[in-house]
T-cell receptor, first 113, second 113 residues
Framework: EPEVTQTPSHQVTQMGQEVILRCVPI?????FYWYRQILGQKVEFLVS????????KSEIFDDQFSVERPDGSNFTLKIRSTKLEDSAMYFC???????????FGPGTRLTVT | AQSVSQHNHHVILSEAASLELGCNYS??????LFWYVQYPGQHLQLLLK??????LVKGIKGFEAEFIKSKFSFNLRKPSVQWSDTAEYFC???????????FGSGTKLNVKP
């Protein structure tokens, strides 16, 4: 069964550094998403991406964040200057259509020190 | 802003007990509804979904959920839980006028053997 994959599984970075989290969505999916889950809290929507552009973003997704689909398979989330409060599990998801079920990757645990 | 409420934050049951987890949402229009499960150390997996039709939907592993439109609810049920059902359960709502999922805060289920 096709899966969403994410790399790395765990990333440790210093405050102020840039990080890029990578995702490979399911190949025939058209909609891509990033969510985050701070330890012990709920899953929060960050951004949705369709047709090579952001279709919706949350208030969390400020200028420090950007997303890109650099080629036909990868979908990346960049945090330009990480803050301590960016420490969280980041999940990528993809779906075949807008309102269909989203398939989640295993997540990248980001630790900012 | 739309909201999804899961009233039970932590549920402890013995094996073979029946389970019902509540989920209520605030959106008044058409919604697609989902339950996801997150086993310890794993990513979110789809348990079941409701798009239209029969409001009682059956998912994997013996779970089912009932959509009650008048109550804005989509409660998850299982007649007899097993130790392996120990996990966190998230309700998610996709309102038709929005382009993202809204997740509930999750319910941690602990099943004692």
């Amino acid at each position: 069964e096709p899966e969403v994959t994410q790399t790395p599984s765990h990333q440790v970075t210093q405050m102020g550094q840039e990080v890029i989290l990578r995702c490979v969505p399911i190949s025939n999916h058209l909609y891509f998403y990033w969510y985050r889950q701070i330890l012990g809290q709920k899953v929060e929507f960050l951004v949705s991406f369709y047709n090579n552009e952001i279709s919706e973003k949350s208030e969390i997704f400020d200028d420090q964040f950007s997303v890109e689909r650099p080629d036909g398979s990868n979908f990346t989330l960049k945090i330009r200057s990480t803050k301590l409060e960016d420490s969280a599990m980041y999940f990528c998801a993809s779906s075949r259509d807008r309102a269909y079920e989203q398939y989640f990757g295993p997540g990248t645990r980001l630790t900012v020190t | 802003a739309q909201s999804v409420s899961q009233h039970n934050h932590h549920v402890i049951l013995s094996e073979a007990a029946s389970l019902e987890l509540g989920c209520n949402y605030s959106y008044g229009g058409t919604v697609n509804l989902f339950w996801y499960v997150q086993y310890p150390g794993q990513h979110l997996q789809l348990l079941l979904k409701y798009f239209s039709g029969d409001p009682l939907v059956k998912g994997i592993k013996g779970f089912e959920a009932e959509f009650i439109k008048s109550k804005f609810s989509f409660n998850l049920r299982k007649p007899s839980v097993q130790w392996s059902d120990t996990a966190e359960y998230f309700c998610a709502v996709f309102p038709d006028n929005f382009n993202k999922f809204y997740f509930g805060s999750g319910t941690k289920l602990n099943v004692k053997p």
